[in-house]
């Protein structure tokens, strides 16, 4: 079966620091991969995916993340956070022959001190 | 436009009562996903609906939940005989159709609490 791990479960860094969360997941064949993002008190939302091409992914606020399909990877870094982006961070994959079936990492709370 | 949009945001039952959950996908989306997050448990995936084809019920924990989507748009998560196990929050998104998913959008999620 399908499974995402996300290696720290809380992450406390000051601004400016450069952030990189794990992201891997238990799956041989083609898979989609996102990163959402939950802000306090807001719904989850989309940070960044990848279906094909550019394993170097950009998405919003400055994210990216790089695809390694060698690792089963898929790891979120941001060179310079912001107070701003204490949020919960989850990775999630689809398989593509399991249909729409999404599965999500356990997340990753990120908190950043001003 | 309007955003997925769940029903109750909170309910709390007692042990051995039924519940039912609703949710609003955004319109045009014809992919429609149900999903619980416990603490510190991520997102556990229950059921998905994509347009016409049978729905993916894999991820449903037991017999007592069931989901069903009337007219490709509303949908309904019920957990029958629920148990304080069952105490989660309770997410529904919606995506567009297509070969594959794309972005889901969530709703704010049905907090549900037995006591």
């Known amino acids: 079966a399908q499974s995402v791990s996300q290696h720290n479960h809380h992450v406390i860094l000051s601004e400016a620091a450069s952030l990189e969360l794990g992201c891997n997941y238990s799956?041989?064949?083609?898979?989609?991969l996102f990163w959402y993002v939950q802000y306090p008190g807001q719904h989850l939302q989309l940070l960044l995916k990848?279906?094909?091409?550019?394993?170097l992914v950009k998405g919003i606020k400055g994210f990216e993340a790089e695809f390694i399909k060698s690792k089963f990877s898929f790891n979120l870094r941001k060179p310079s956070v912001q107070w701003s982006d204490t949020a919960e961070y989850f990775c999630?994959?689809?398989?593509?022959?399991?249909?729409?079936?999404?599965?999500f990492g356990a997340g990753t709370r990120l908190f950043v001190k001003a | 436009g309007a955003g997925v949009s769940q029903s109750p945001s909170n309910k709390v039952t007692e042990k051995g009562k039924d519940v039912e959950l609703r949710c609003d996908p955004i319109?045009?989306?014809?992919?429609l996903y149900w999903y619980r997050q416990s603490l510190g448990q991520g997102l556990e995936f229950l059921i998905y609906?994509?347009?016409?084809?049978?729905?993916?019920k894999s991820g449903l924990p037991s017999d007592r939940f069931s989901a069903e989507r009337t007219g490709g748009s509303v949908s309904t998560l019920t957990i029958q005989r629920t148990q304080q196990e069952d105490s989660a929050v309770y997410l529904c998104?919606?995506?567009?159709?297509?070969?594959?998913?794309?972005?889901?959008?969530f709703g704010p999620g049905t907090r549900l609490t037995v006591l």
């Open positions: 998104a919606s995506s567009l159709g297509g070969r594959s998913p794309d972005t889901q959008y």
């Open positions: 799956y041989g064949g083609t898979v989609n």
């Open positions: 990848y279906f094909s091409g550019d394993p």
């Open positions: 999630a994959v689809n398989a593509r022959t399991g249909g729409f079936k999404t599965i």
């Open positions: 319109s045009g989306h014809t992919a």
């Open positions: 609906f994509q347009g016409n084809s049978a729905p993916d």
